[in-house]
């Protein structure tokens, strides 16, 4: 149940939507109650008419339950999807890690020109942060860079500024000479997460490419 | 549906929207059959009047004066001429007042209408001098009339047909039958009835009727929401004459309803025809004139009728 209701970015709304899905069934129940009365003269007719359609109406009324259940579910679904990544802001904070390392100064020619892997990574992170300025909702996101996870190198809301500052500053750094575990500082990350709330770890880096 | 009539038209009152409003079964009469225009009709008997019908062969005790000399010389044989001739009717109108008789609106229901067209009838019948009785049932006989054609035995019937009250279900066979035994004469039945009994019964008494050499007339009243099933929502269903009950969509139901009712409406017509009974089916918002026009249809054509009297005895 659980595992269900981590797939949405807004369980509460899925619990309440799965709830109101049991709407139907309750007014089919309720209407049955409520009826109205008629003396009828031609009841052998009505018994004969009934016993003609029995199947067909027992099926149809089914039918029609399921999917009013159903039609009830979906926009249940939908709506924790679409409040989850909207209105609540959760699940919006990301931590990009740049694998500073020195094996990330290794560089090849891509088009004519030299570039290292750590020039491919800070690009791949510049895009993210443009790829995620023109998704739904709001994304916060957090550049450190694998040799120092103390301090973020840059923060902030992505979009197109993101993604300026982004190309501007990261584009100035340079890969250390240090050997580094890349697991450090998937450690440090989720050590933020955990503290922080955040519930999405993306990462870029040699590992990552 | 109401037909546009102007104010003074005496027709207007052949409209049941227009009726219901007329409380008293006598003034309904009254004002139906005036603003009818009455027929005469042809008597069912053989007797010696102006027009001719068939021949007969003689047998010894025949009055020689009605012997045919034409056909003598020609044949060498004697045959009797046979006449149509104008006598009195004598008619007994048969009227279920069931349970199921008072479906429909408190003013204007099965009952009401075949009290109403029973008593349109007596009107018409009584004004031609001929003789009317009536028997009102339910499971037994309620009301019982015999048959005069005094202007005064008019108000004997309406009185009751007025006090016949909506009883228990329906016995049709034991009604046809005692019917059948207690109309000394040939003559008409006329039988309004909503028809909701057991059909094999049903025939076995119209039969027993024509056996007994009677014309049936058989006016099958039928509310039109018992036609059309025209009801919407949740209802649950409760018998007038039995305990059965049904809770149901009647939307679902319609047309599963509409087509056993025409099943039904169908056999009940072919019985009837083959029995050699005239049938018409009346709802409740027909116009009365198509029952005084079905009976004088019935009672203008002799040799429908005579078609009629050589069917269905066997």
């Given at each position: 149940m659980e595992s269900l209701f981590s797939l949405f970015l807004h369980p509460v709304a899925a619990i309440i939507g799965g709830l109101l899905a049991s709407l139907p069934i309750i007014i089919h129940l309720i209407r049955r109650t409520q009826y109205k009365r008629q003396p009828w003269a031609a009841m052998e007719f009505l018994l004969a008419a009934q016993r003609r359609m029995r199947k067909r109406m027992v099926l149809e009324e089914w039918i029609l339950l399921a999917l009013r259940v159903l039609l009830v579910l979906l926009v249940a679904f939908l709506l924790s999807r679409w409040l989850g990544s909207g209105?609540?802001?959760?699940?919006g904070d990301h931590i990009v890690i740049l694998d500073d390392s020195i094996s990330m100064a290794d560089a090849r020619d891509e088009r004519g020109t030299r570039k290292t892997a750590f020039d491919n990574a800070t690009a791949e992170a510049v895009r993210l942060a443009r790829k995620l300025g023109a998704t739904r909702g709001i994304h916060n996101l957090r550049f450190f860079l694998l040799s120092s996870m103390d301090e973020p190198v840059l923060e902030g809301k992505a979009g197109e500024d993101l993604a300026r500052q982004a190309e501007e500053k990261l584009s100035r750094l340079r890969p250390s000479f240090l050997g580094l575990d890349p697991t450090k500082g998937i450690d440090a990350s989720v050590e933020k997460w955990a503290a922080g709330g955040e519930d999405k770890i993306p990462a870029t880096g040699s590992f990552t490419f | 549906m109401a037909r546009e009539k102007r104010p003074d038209d005496p027709r207007r009152f052949l409209d049941p929207a227009v009726l219901s409003?007329?409380?008293?079964l006598d003034l309904r009469a009254r004002q139906v059959v005036e603003g009818y225009l009455t027929g005469l009709h042809a008597s069912p008997f053989f007797g010696h009047s102006v027009e001719f019908v068939q021949h007969r062969e003689y047998t010894p005790g025949d009055d020689i004066r009605h012997l045919d000399w034409k056909v003598w010389s020609k044949s060498d044989r004697f045959y009797i001429k046979q006449y149509e001739a104008e006598t009195n009717l004598r008619s007994t109108l048969l009227v279920d007042c069931s349970a199921?008789?008072?479906?429909?609106?408190?003013?204007?229901?099965k009952r009401e209408y075949a009290c109403t067209a029973a008593a349109c009838l007596a009107h018409l019948l009584i004004g031609q001098q001929d003789s009317v009785g009536m028997m009102a049932h339910d499971a037994d006989m309620r009301q019982v009339v015999p048959a005069q054609s005094s202007a005064r035995h008019l108000e004997v019937i309406l009185g009751a047909l007025e006090s016949a009250r909506p009883g228990n279900a329906t016995n049709i066979l034991a009604l046809l039958r005692r019917a059948a035994e207690n109309i000394p004469q040939r003559g008409l039945v006329v039988l309004f009835s909503d028809l909701l009994v057991d059909r094999p019964a049903l025939f076995q008494g119209l039969k027993m009727l024509r056996q007994r050499k009677h014309d049936v007339l058989v006016f099958h009243v039928l509310d039109a929401e018992e036609i059309d099933f025209d009801f919407r929502g949740t209802t649950r269903f409760e018998g007038m004459e039995a305990p059965d009950q049904l809770l149901c969509d009647p939307q679902a139901l319609r047309d599963a309803y509409k087509e056993v009712v025409n099943e039904y409406l169908t056999e009940v017509r072919r019985g009837c025809t083959k029995i050699g009974a005239d049938y018409l089916l009346c709802r409740?918002?027909?116009?009365l004139d198509t029952v005084l026009n079905k009976y004088l249809t019935f009672r203008s054509d002799p040799r429908a009728a005579r078609a009629r009297s050589g069917s269905g005895q066997g």
């Open positions: 209105a609540s802001g959760v699940g | 409003r007329v409380g008293r199921s008789m008072s479906y429909g609106d408190a003013k204007w229901n409740t918002d027909d116009p």
